[in-house]
């Protein structure tokens, strides 16, 4: 009955791998890039700040000004007019426009397309933390599937032993409290796969919330995941692509723009234009001229804090520089660490499989216990649970070098 159970769990688990196309390390980063909510929502920030591109770019609209004077009183109408005639008339019309001299708004245009570089900067380090996210969440699922799978064996194992047990109980083999010993192992590991279902079940559903996806999703077990990396080029590469380094660069470039254009506000703003002035009949031309007189008000307080926004940009440039290098080279010793723990095991392993299988044939030859043989199978079990939690590490140290490096970001 066991086995009929078994059987039918492992073909709930891999069925759909049938169904579509399995999620490697790879494709699941490519399907966070075009559907993750997180960068669709962020994404629609830069199409807001381009927008301020074009605000900075329109020039500044004419104002028409007009004036209508009209004599009221009766006694002092002109001959021959009435009160709205044009010799009662005075009349005022002024066509002005505000000109750029100093090029307020070639510098306006500048910093906005600073800020829109930031912007997209700042995406792209979203988009890193977001691709580590979902590269650890691939990990998760990856270890809550080989978790399920080492249980699956072991069930296999044990409901194999318990039938035997009850063979050799009816020969009177063994006592009735060894065959009871392996059926609540055996019921003890039933209720561990079930929790380890659940748990691959929710691994999945943070892997699909991950990727924006609603359909069921499969990971690819077979998925290596890692490959080699050199150190030096790491840290070159981060240091020049890494999307945090991008950000800080491009923030010293928008703090430079914004003093240039704070500098530039401070010149005082002028109008020009023309007059048509009739007045009472008489046609008068004029021009018309303003010009603010920098007296009290020449803009000190915003160009003061630009040159704070400038000596901060510089200040996180440097910071991220000695952050990028302390966090690779950490994250690189841990790397290195856990492959050679990885390395190890590789032979433990094989000697565990050995060992179970010798005492598994001696117990059915009679010449060992059963206490042996359930020893021999928790060795196997905790061997390979071991291996797999350092390749658990392993893989999770792996995503965390893609991450601190940048190269997540074109994984």
Do not use: C
């Not at 380094?245 to 020009?272: F, I, T």
Request: charge should be positive.
């Amino acid at each position: 009955m066991r086995l009929t159970r078994l059987v039918f769990g492992l073909a709930i688990v891999a069925f759909p791998a049938f169904a579509q196309t399995p999620y490697s390390f790879r494709k699941t980063l490519d399907q966070v890039r075009q559907t993750n909510p997180v960068l669709r929502l962020q994404a629609m920030d830069v199409e807001a700040t381009r927008s301020d591109e074009i605000t900075a770019g329109l020039k500044s609209n004419p104002v028409v000004n007009n004036q209508t004077l009209l004599q009221l009183s009766s006694r002092h109408l002109p001959d021959g007019g009435g009160y709205l005639s044009a010799r009662n008339r005075q009349f005022w019309l002024q066509l002005t426009k505000e000109f750029d001299l100093y090029g307020k708004r070639e510098r306006k245009v500048r910093f906005a397309k600073g800020m829109t570089s930031l912007s997209e900067n700042n995406l792209r380090e979203t988009s890193r933390t977001v691709l580590r996210d979902a590269g650890l969440a691939w990990v998760d699922a990856w270890y809550a599937s080989v978790r399920l799978d080492l249980l699956l064996q072991t069930q296999v194992n044990l409901d194999s032993l318990v039938l035997l047990n009850k063979v050799r109980l009816r020969n009177q083999v063994v006592t009735t409290t060894d065959l009871t010993r392996t059926e609540l192992l055996a019921e003890q590991n039933s209720l561990q796969i079930r929790t380890a279902r659940q748990n691959y079940a929710n691994q999945l559903a943070q892997l699909k919330l991950q990727t924006g996806q609603t359909d069921s999703l499969q990971i690819d077990l077979s998925d290596p995941v890692l490959t080699p990396l050199s150190a030096d080029s790491l840290l070159t590469f981060a240091l020049n692509q890494r999307s945090d380094m991008q950000v800080a660069r491009s923030g010293l470039e928008a703090a430079d723009r914004n003093a240039d254009l704070q500098q530039v506000l401070a010149k005082p703003r002028n109008e020009m234009g023309t007059i048509w002035n009739p007045q009472n009949a008489v046609p008068y031309l004029g021009i018309y001229l303003t010009f603010e007189l920098p007296v009290f008000a020449r803009n000190q307080g915003e160009i003061q804090k630009s040159r704070i926004l400038q000596q901060q940009a510089q200040d996180l440039i440097t910071f991220t520089q000695k952050r990028i290098s302390t966090e690779l080279r950490t994250a690189l010793v841990t790397l290195h660490n856990h492959q050679n723990t990885i390395q190890k095991y590789q032979q433990i392993l094989s000697q565990s499989d050995k060992v179970l299988a010798s005492v598994r044939y001696a117990y059915l030859k009679g010449a060992t216990t059963l206490v042996d043989y359930l020893e021999a199978q928790r060795f196997w079990f905790d061997t390979r649970q071991t291996y797999y939690d350092a390749l658990y590490e392993y893989r999770k140290s792996f995503v965390e070098v893609l991450y601190t490096s940048g190269l997540i970001s074109q994984w």
